[in-house]
């Protein structure tokens, strides 16, 4: 019987616990997520397509696993994604998707690791979270925009219970650092009655 993992992931203390987690299920990792319906890929890129016209504009899929939400992107009209992960066994998956025009490897403990201005647009669809990335990744992906670029982001029910993740987002707006460009909750993982609110940030 083929180990099942989702449920494990929500319950991660350590980036060790996520790291290993991630290398174990990526094998079957399409699959299962498959298998529960996994709307946000879809519903994100609809969210930045929505407020980005620009189908050519470089976007970077961060966090990008196997390749998942970059299919999510190629199939909503973006031309050139690159995509970055710390999981080489997901990003090994991805390569094999053809889907990016670059794939990184990245150090979790990074403080930042994608270039200020590289990018006018960046998602991370199913990333911040409870279990996967800490409610910080927000700062470092928002540091990264100049002015006017845009962050396409999840925080499923799990994020939003944990004041720490809206907390994080607050500040940014509240401080009129960031202009909050589209907000709208959904499906995330019809099978598993998990839901997720997709936010389009603008840097200002």
């Given at each position: 019987m083929?180990?099942?993992?989702?449920?494990?992931?929500?319950?991660l203390e350590?980036?060790?616990?996520?790291?290993?987690?991630?290398?174990d299920?990526?094998?079957?990792?399409?699959?299962e997520i498959?298998e529960?319906g996994?709307?946000?890929?879809e519903?994100?890129?609809?969210a930045l397509?929505?407020?980005?016209?620009?189908?050519?504009?470089?976007?970077?899929?961060?966090?990008?696993?196997t390749?998942l939400?970059g299919?999510?992107?190629?199939?909503?009209?973006?031309q050139?994604?690159?995509?970055?992960?710390?999981?080489?066994?997901?990003?090994?998956?991805?390569?094999?998707?053809?889907i990016y025009?670059?794939?990184?490897l990245?150090d979790?403990d990074?403080?930042?690791?994608?270039?200020?201005?590289?990018?006018?647009?960046i998602?991370?669809?199913?990333?911040?979270?409870?279990?996967a990335?800490?409610?910080?990744?927000?700062?470092?992906?928002m540091?990264?925009?100049?002015?006017?670029g845009?962050?396409?982001?999840?925080?499923n029910d799990?994020?939003?219970?944990?004041?720490q993740?809206t907390g994080?987002?607050?500040?940014?707006?509240?401080?009129?650092?960031?202009?909050?460009?589209?907000?709208?909750?959904?499906?995330?993982l019809?099978?598993q009655n998990?839901?997720?609110?997709?936010y389009?940030?603008?840097?200002?």
């Amino acid at each position: 019987m083929q180990d099942r993992f989702l449920d494990k992931a929500y319950g991660l203390e350590t980036t060790e616990d996520t790291q290993n987690l991630y290398r174990d299920w990526a094998a079957s990792y399409d699959a299962e997520i498959a298998e529960n319906g996994y709307a946000t890929p879809e519903r994100v890129t609809r969210a930045l397509a929505e407020i980005l016209k620009k189908r050519d504009m470089p976007v970077l899929d961060f966090g990008c696993g196997t390749g998942l939400s970059g299919l999510a992107l190629k199939l909503g009209g973006f031309q050139v994604i690159d995509g970055m992960d710390p999981n080489p066994e997901m990003l090994d998956l991805a390569r094999k998707k053809n889907i990016y025009r670059n794939l990184t490897l990245i150090d979790i403990d990074d403080e930042a690791p994608v270039g200020k201005g590289s990018y006018g647009a960046i998602t991370a669809i199913g990333v911040i979270g409870t279990g996967a990335a800490p409610a910080t990744t927000l700062d470092l992906l928002m540091n990264a925009l100049d002015p006017g670029g845009l962050l396409a982001f999840s925080l499923n029910d799990h994020a939003l219970a944990d004041r720490q993740y809206t907390g994080r987002l607050n500040q940014w707006l509240d401080c009129g650092a960031a202009r909050l460009r589209f907000q709208r909750h959904g499906a995330h993982l019809p099978k598993q009655n998990l839901e997720a609110t997709v936010y389009v940030l603008e840097k200002a």
